[in-house]
Each structure stands twice: as structure tokens, then as C-alpha cells.
Nanobody
Framework: QVQLVESGGGLVQAGGSLRLSCAVS????????MGWFRQASGKEREFVAG???????IHADSVKDRFTISRDFAVNTLYLQMNSLKPEDTAVYYC????????????YGQGTQVTVSS
């Protein structure tokens, strides 16, 4: 089992930046593909970005060229650098872990709130 703890959320003005972190413990960090999801109030959770064990990345069209996912194996941490933030980026952001050869993310953190004011 893996434990995920997000941090770095907060209140920021439109156009600003935040960096989210996800500390991973339990099983070895390099055994999982990782991702970020978000859920705005009254909406379903949506995929934001993912990164494989090998470092390949994918970003949702809504955040492409503004957000960047990365991971640091030395400190067992996943990151999401968010630039040019918009009010529509306001949501609870969740870190997630996926076991290889599966089709869904099995583990989620408790989430961190990001609020972007206009």
C-alpha cells in the first residue's frame, strides 16, 4: 500500500503560480505511475496530468502549456507546477498512484485546495 499526502495549495490571484507537492510513502515510489486530478465544487473529478515510471508525461488540454507534472525519485515526491492560473482552475487537487499494467489509479491522497481569484 502507498500513502499520498498533498501540500502547496492556497489562494492566488489570476495569472499567478503555485507548486503542488505530493509526498509518497509506503511502497517504493518508483513502482507507480503517478497523476494529478482535480474536483471543482459541484463537478466530477477530472484528470489533470500524469507521469509514468519512465518519465513520460501527459497533460489535459485545459492545462497544457500552463501546468507541468514532474517527479523526484530521490525524495519520493510528485509535483505539479501551475502557472498562469485562471479562476476556472479553482478546485481540490488530488495526487494519485497507479500500479503498472492496470487501467485506473488505485490510490488517492486527501487533496489540497487551490483557489484562484479574479
Amino acid at each position: 500500500q502507498v500513502q499520498l499526502v498533498e501540500s502547496g495549495g492556497g489562494l492566488v490571484q489570476a495569472g499567478g503560480s503555485l507548486r503542488l507537492s505530493c509526498a509518497v510513502s509506503g511502497r517504493t515510489f518508483d513502482k507507480y505511475h503517478m497523476g494529478w486530478f482535480r474536483q471543482a465544487s459541484g463537478k466530477e473529478r477530472e484528470f489533470v496530468a500524469g507521469i509514468t515510471i519512465g518519465g513520460s508525461t501527459i497533460h489535459a488540454d485545459s492545462v497544457k502549456d500552463r501546468f507541468t507534472i514532474s517527479r523526484d525519485f530521490a525524495v519520493n515526491t510528485l509535483y505539479l507546477q501551475m502557472n498562469s492560473l485562471k479562476p476556472e482552475d479553482t478546485a481540490v487537487y488530488y495526487c494519485a498512484a497507479q500500479e503498472p499494467a492496470t487501467y485506473e489509479y488505485q490510490y488517492y491522497g486527501q487533496g489540497t485546495q487551490v483557489t484562484v481569484s479574479s
